[in-house]
Each structure stands twice: as C-alpha cells, then as structure tokens.
C-alpha cells in the first residue's frame, strides 16, 4: 500500500477488516489533520488537537460504512472536507463557554485582602519562574500551563519519558530554591 495515496481499493480493504489498511488509513490522516489543526490553532493543546483528530476520523468511518462516500478515490478530499466541519464546529462550542471574568468569579472570596494575597503570590510565581533557564520554563509551561501530553514535551524536546521526570524534577528543585531564597523560609522538599 502506498503511504502517498489511500484509494478505493484501500477503502475496500479498510471496509473489509483488513489491519494493515486500517493502520495505514489511521496514520496517513492522522498526521495530515493535525498538522491542518495545528495550522488553524497554534496555540491549541495537545488533547484539543488529538479530539479533533479522533472526531474526524470516527466520522470518516461511519460515512464509509454507511455508504455516503460517493467516490471513494477521493477519500483524502472527504477527510479534510470532515475535519473542517469538525474544527468549525469545535469553534463554536469554545466560544459558547468563555471563561468568566474577576467580577463574576465564583472562586472569588469575599475578602479583598486575600484576593490581593493570591494575585500577589501569583506574580511572585510568574516572576520565579521567570528566572529559570529558558528551557525548564519552557518545559513547565507546556506540562503544567498548558496541560500538554507529556509524550508530546519529550517528542518536542527530544527527549525521553525518564530524562524529562529529571528535568521536571531539577526544574522544581531550582524553582524551590529560588522561592526559599525570596521568602527566607525553609520549604518541605518532599517529591512530588
């Protein structure tokens, strides 16, 4: 089977059972929807783009099954056509829940004093941070702020799932010392 093109006879296959055209047909879209995800939403997470993906192609699968695919030498074009209207309509339902603001909050406590406490301490952090080499906030940033699979830091990082719980590990030790040093107060240095 040719990694370029998946055509009809591939269909038939994939329609058949046929694991080989199932991997194939898994691999050869998969990478092509999200790096057309990934165009569109630069900034989106790994789980965001990897439920795209997944949407796209369960229902690329049940239109093959059903029989709604009218040509199915152009299989790439109806892929792409779906996940557009994937993405449009993930769009749509992002948009419908935007976050809430300050005034609304209801995390918010009724005393001021504590609200400025924590907003404080949470400048303090983003400044510590701040002071780590390039790559371990970089590397916090993605895992903890952005809340991307750690598979994905180690593929972007090029590094492996035991050297990245080394990094994390000596970023957190480096960040610790920097916040001792800023408070004056000894932390706990359990492992967590």
């Keep these: 089977m040719s990694s370029v093109e998946f055509g009809a006879g591939d ?11 199932s991997q194939a047909f898994a691999q ?11 165009m569109r939403n630069g900034a989106a997470s790994a789980s965001y783009v990897e439920d795209v993906v997944q949407e796209t192609l369960a229902r ?5 099954r059903e029989g709604r695919v009218q040509d199915p030498d152009r299989i790439g ?3 792409s056509r779906t996940g557009d209207f994937v993405l449009s309509e993930s769009h749509r339902a992002r948009r419908r829940f935007r976050p809430l603001d300050e005034a609304n909050d209801p995390h918010a406590s009724d005393d ?3 609200d400025l406490a924590v907003r404080e301490q949470a400048e303090v952090a983003r400044e510590l941070i701040g002071e780590l080499p ?4 970089k590397i ?7 809340a991307i699979d750690k598979d994905e830091v180690c593929r972007r ?29 000894k932390l706990s240095h359990e492992r967590g």
């Design 134 to 137: 390039e790559r371990d906030q």
């Design 157 to 185: 990082f090029g590094i492996d799932r035991g050297h990245l719980r080394v990094l994390v590990c000596r970023a957190k030790d480096r960040l610790r010392d920097l916040l001792e040093t800023h408070t004056g107060q």
């Design 28 to 38: 050869r879209f998969s990478r092509l929807l999200r790096m057309k995800v990934q």
């Design 11 to 21: 269909v038939e296959r994939l329609l058949a059972g046929d694991a080989s055209a």
């Design 140 to 146: 916090l940033r993605a895992l903890f702020a952005e």
């Design 60 to 64: 690329v699968l049940t239109a093959l």
């Design 112 to 114: 001021p004093e504590r």
């Design 77 to 79: 074009a109806f892929v």
